[in-house]
C-alpha cells in the first residue's frame, strides 16, 4: 500500500524555540494533506486541511500563526510549531491522500515534547 | 454534523475468545466507515472500510465489521483474540466531500 513518511519520530525542544514536522508521500502524488493532534489517551483531532500550491484551511479554535502549515510540493506538507511551550507537548500526526475521495494514508506520527 | 460514538473507553477479553469493539455513527448521506488501530508512539494503521456493497466488511489480521445502517453502527469483531491485539482502536466515519470524523477510542486489552 501506499506510505507515508513522517519525520522526525520525536522531537524534544525547549520553550520558545520553534520546531519543523515532515510529512512524506513516498510513492503518490498527495494533492491534499491533513495534519492531526492527538493528545494522551484522546482521539485525533483535524487540526488542518493543505492543498498543494494554497493556504492551509485551520480548523475552529487551530492558531495558523502558531502552527505553520506548508504544502509546496505534491509529496512534501510540513508543520511548524513556532515559538513552542509545553502545553504544545503532544502526538502530531499527519494524513495524505491522492485525490478527493480516495483513501487517506497516515504517518507514524511525531511525539514532540517541549520541555 | 458528522459524529462518531464508541461508548466503551476499555474492552478487555480472555485470549481466545471472540472480541467485539462497538461505534455507531451519525452523518448526512452515505457513510465512509473504517477502522484503525494504534499502538503505543504509533500512527494510525488501516484495519478496514466499508464503502457500499456487502454489510459485512473482512480487513486486517483476522478482524471483521458489520455495517448495520439502521442501527447507524459498525462494530468491530474478531472471532478469537490474541495479546498481541491488544491496542487502542479508532472508529472513523467520513461523508462525501468531508473530512474524516474519528471517534475517542477503545482500548483494548486482551488477557493471556
Known amino acids: 500500500g501506499a506510505v507515508v513518511s513522517q519525520h522526525p519520530s520525536r522531537v524534544i525542544c525547549k520553550s520558545g524555540t520553534s520546531v519543523k514536522i515532515e510529512c512524506r508521500s513516498l510513492d503518490f502524488q498527495a494533492t491534499t494533506m491533513f495534519w492531526y493532534r492527538q493528545f494522551p489517551k484522546k482521539s485525533l483531532m483535524l487540526m488542518a486541511t493543505s492543498n498543494e500550491g494554497s493556504k492551509a484551511t485551520y480548523e475552529q479554535g487551530v492558531e495558523k500563526d502558531k502552527f505553520l502549515i506548508n504544502h509546496a510540493s505534491l509529496t512534501l506538507s510540513t508543520l511548524t510549531v513556532t515559538s513552542a511551550h509545553p502545553e504544545d507537548s503532544s502526538f502530531y500526526i499527519c494524513?495524505?491522500?491522492?485525490?478527493?475521495?480516495?483513501?487517506?494514508?497516515f504517518g507514524a506520527g511525531t511525539r514532540l515534547s517541549v520541555l | 454534523a458528522q459524529s462518531v460514538a464508541q461508548p466503551e473507553d476499555q474492552v478487555n477479553v480472555a485470549e481466545g475468545n471472540p472480541l467485539t469493539v462497538k461505534c455507531t455513527y451519525s452523518?448526512?448521506?452515505?457513510?465512509?466507515l473504517f477502522w484503525y488501530v494504534q499502538y503505543p508512539n504509533r500512527g494510525l494503521q488501516f484495519l478496514l472500510k466499508y464503502i457500499t456493497g456487502d454489510n459485512l466488511v473482512k480487513g486486517s489480521y483476522g478482524f471483521e465489521a458489520e455495517f448495520n445502517k439502521s442501527q447507524t453502527s459498525f462494530h468491530l469483531k474478531k472471532p478469537s483474540a490474541l495479546v498481541s491485539d491488544s491496542a487502542l482502536y479508532f472508529c472513523a466515519v467520513r461523508a462525501d466531500g468531508q473530512n474524516f470524523v474519528f471517534g475517542p477510542g477503545t482500548r483494548l486489552s486482551v488477557l493471556p
Open positions: 452523518v448526512s448521506g452515505n457513510p465512509y
Open positions: 494524513s495524505a491522500r491522492e485525490k478527493a475521495g480516495g483513501p487517506s494514508y
